[in-house]
């Protein structure tokens, strides 16, 4: 997880690099999202080199209203523009459905991350609102993508 939480270009669009005790308070987020509900993100791993590049998978998410499952993902910046996070995503998605029985999953990013937004349009999701949040004194909007289960059918993803 160093590798991405911990890199500066990676994570320029949450204000750069996190430190050390930031990645383990993540790592354990993590682990206590398995304990608490069965999932959490899951490493991504490049076959060839069995490197890991990414995290990806469900947690939920406080939005500013509700509570939803969210599809999250987080690549090294070496990996980004290469389908990995889309793959990835898709996957998740079906796995949200068809294993975990949700019928409705989101994706929630910054507005200024518009390679995050693509990802969530290539996994059949549509903006569905957005809203203002207070974080480390500084007002950030957040957009909320969704897709539902019952919109899956027929409809192919990138």
């Known amino acids: 997880m160093r590798?991405?939480?911990?890199d500066a270009e990676?994570?320029?669009?949450?204000?750069?690099?996190?430190?050390?005790?930031?990645?383990?308070?993540r790592l354990e987020k993590q682990l206590q999202s398995y304990r608490d509900n069965?999932?959490?993100?899951?490493?991504?791993?490049?076959?060839?080199t069995g490197k890991v590049i990414?995290?990806?998978?469900l947690q939920y998410f406080d939005t500013d209203t509700e509570t939803v499952p969210e599809i999250g993902?987080?690549?090294?910046?070496?990996?980004?523009?290469?389908?990995?996070?889309?793959?990835?995503?898709?996957a998740c998605k079906h796995y949200a459905f068809d294993i975990l029985g949700f019928e409705e999953v989101y994706s929630i990013?910054?507005?200024?991350?518009?390679?995050?937004?693509?990802?969530?349009?290539?996994?059949g999701m549509l903006v569905r609102r957005h809203y203002m949040k207070r974080e480390d004194d500084k007002d950030v909007i957040r957009y909320i993508f969704s897709?539902?289960?019952s919109d899956e059918s027929g409809r192919e993803t990138l």
């Open 3 to 6: 590798n991405i939480f911990c």
């Open 10 to 25: 990676t994570m320029a669009v949450f204000g750069g690099a996190w430190s050390n005790e930031e990645c383990l308070a």
């Open 38 to 48: 069965g999932f959490g993100r899951w490493a991504v791993i490049l076959k060839a």
């Open 54 to 57: 990414g995290l990806c998978g």
């Open 73 to 90: 993902y987080f690549f090294n910046h070496m990996f980004w523009h290469k389908g990995y996070a889309t793959e990835a995503a898709v």
């Open 109 to 123: 990013m910054l507005g200024v991350n518009y390679a995050s937004m693509n990802v969530a349009i290539r996994n």
């Open 147 to 149: 897709t539902k289960k």
